[in-house]
Each structure stands twice: as structure tokens, then as C-alpha cells.
């Protein structure tokens, strides 16, 4: 794999040091396929990850949401259990975590665990000041002929 370097670019910018700082983290980072996930759009400002738990408890599970990002971890206690003997093992149940960059103003609003899905209820709720607003404008109405002479 191929690797860059984005010094030279922090030489001429101020104020982009975060997005090189993303892009040098982004390189490099094998794509995450354990557990498979879903990000659905189900309105203009609300979003749905959902995630394949199989095997996982409510109370093996984790959910972090610090500034812009979000962290799933799960993680089963190992069990000693010599009475199961395994013919086929297909359901991992192995630990995991999984980060998700979140843009401004998008928030965690819940999650719930149902049929071995673990869905994660996202919003974006802009703040006042950021939302657009109509600005009036002020001044002298045009004078007419009439009102010249």
C-alpha cells in the first residue's frame, strides 16, 4: 500500500491542520469488515447505523460518542465451558470495536438492541446561530419624478 506524505501542505494552510491530520490517519487503515454494519439516511437530518451483533448482551456492549466521533466496542467474558463441542463454529463472537467519524452537530439520540441488531439513532440538529435567517434591509424607498421636481 501506498503511503503520503502531507507535510508540505501544513507549511501553506492555516486553520486545515485537522483535515491533514485526517487524511494521515485514514492512510494506512485497513477497512473494518468484522462486525458488518449498516448507515442508513432516514430523513434529511436523522441517520441509522445498525450493526450484527450476534451473540453479544446488551451488557457486552459498548457506546462512546466523544466530539465528533463514535466508538462501538463488544466484548464477551471468556467462558470455560468444556460441556459444548463445537461441529461447526460460524458465529464469531469475537471482540470488536468500531469508530465513526460524525460531521458537526451530529448526535447520538439513542440505541436499541432488537433481533441481534444493535441500531444507533443519530440527529444532526444545527444550532440557531448556524441555521439560515433572512436579513432585512434597510433604507430609502426610490424617489419618483414627481417627487424629484
Request: hydrophobic share 40%; no cysteine.
Amino acid at each position: 500500500m501506498q503511503t503520503y506524505d502531507f507535510s508540505p501542505f501544513y507549511r501553506s494552510t492555516v486553520g486545515f491542520d485537522r483535515l491533514f491530520n485526517r487524511l494521515d490517519g485514514l492512510v494506512g487503515q485497513e477497512a473494518k469488515t468484522y462486525p458488518p454494519y449498516n448507515i442508513e439516511k432516514l430523513g434529511d437530518d436523522a441517520y441509522r447505523i445498525s450493526i450484527a451483533v450476534a451473540g453479544f448482551a446488551q451488557s457486552d456492549l459498548v457506546i462512546e460518542s466523544k466530539e465528533n466521533s463514535l466508538l462501538v466496542k463488544g466484548a464477551k467474558a471468556p467462558v470455560a465451558d468444556d460441556k459444548r463441542e463445537f461441529l461447526h463454529r460460524g458465529v464469531a463472537e469475537r471482540a470488536f470495536d468500531l469508530r465513526f467519524q460524525l460531521a458537526e452537530y451530529v448526535e447520538v439520540s439513542g440505541a436499541s438492541l432488537e433481533n441481534g441488531l444493535l441500531h444507533i439513532e443519530l440527529k444532526r440538529q444545527l444550532p440557531e446561530s448556524k441555521k439560515p435567517r433572512q436579513i432585512a434591509i434597510n433604507g430609502q424607498a426610490p424617489k419618483t419624478l414627481e417627487q424629484v421636481n
